[in-house]
C-alpha cells in the first residue's frame, strides 16, 4: 500500500510518498513560497534532491507540480498516480458548511456538492507520529505509526504500526463505510 502524506501550510506543502508493504519513504521534499514566487523540492529514496523554480498561485498548482514530479518518466517514483492507494492529511477544509473535523453522513456529502467543495478523505491529525506543534514534544502520539524517538531526540528513530493503523486501513479499504457498521 503506498500513502501519499500532505501537510499544508499557509505558503508550503510538504509530503512523502510512504510504500507501508516495507515501511520505506520512495520519494519526499516540499513546495515553498506558495503564492509568491515558488520553488519545489523532490527527492527520490537514494537519489540528489532536485529543485525546481516555478509560479505557484496556490496549493493547486503546488500539488499538481508534486504529482507531476512523482510521476515523472526520469525521475518519478511510481509509474502512475494509481499505484496512489491513498492519501493522508492532517486538515482538510470542507467548505464554509464544515471547516472542522465531521463525520461524513449523506447530509454533509450532499451540503458539499451543492456548494461545489472539491471534498478530499480526512486523517486525524498525521499518518506518523510527529513533533507537537503547540509544545515542541514528540511523546504526544498522534499518528498510525510510531516513531521510535523521545522529545530529546533520543532513539533508532524506526518506524513501528500501531493498532490504530490496521483499523485506518479498513476505512480506507470500505471507503469509510465500516465507520457506519454495528
Known amino acids: 500500500m503506498k500513502i ?31 503564492g509568491i514566487d515558488g520553488r519545489l523540492v523532490y ?16 496549493h493547486k498548482e503546488a500539488i499538481q507540480m508534486v504529482l507531476d514530479a512523482l510521476t515523472n518518466d526520469k525521475t518519478g517514483a511510481i509509474g502512475s498516480l494509481k499505484e496512489v492507494n491513498a492519501i493522508g492529511h492532517r486538515v482538510v477544509h470542507g467548505g464554509e458548511k464544515f471547516a472542522s473535523s465531521a463525520v461524513i453522513t449523506d447530509e454533509m456529502i450532499k451540503a458539499v456538492e451543492e456548494d461545489d467543495v472539491d471534498l478530499m478523505g480526512y486523517t486525524p491529525w498525521g499518518c506518523i507520529d510527529l513533533v507537537s506543534a503547540g509544545t515542541g514534544q514528540m511523546s504526544k502520539r498522534y499518528g498510525f505509526i510510531y516513531v521510535d524517538c523521545d522529545d530529546e531526540g533520543n532513539g533508532t528513530y524506526k518506524r513501528y504500526k500501531k493498532k ?8 480506507i479499504e470500505t471507503n469509510g463505510s465500516c465507520l457506519f457498521e454495528d
Not at 509530503?15 to 515501511?23: A, H, K, S, V
Not at 490504530?164 to 476505512?171: C, G, I, P
Request: glycine share 6%.
Open 4 to 34: 501519499l502524506v500532505l501537510n499544508c501550510g499557509s505558503s508550503s506543502l510538504k509530503y512523502q510518498l510512504i510504500d507501508m508493504d516495507n515501511e520505506s519513504v520512495l520519494a519526499k521534499g516540499l513546495c515553498e513560497r506558495i
Open 43 to 58: 527527492q527520490k529514496a537514494g537519489c540528489d534532491k532536485e529543485i525546481t523554480e516555478a509560479a505557484m498561485p496556490t
Open 164 to 171: 490504530s493503523f490496521d483499523w485506518y486501513k479498513h476505512v
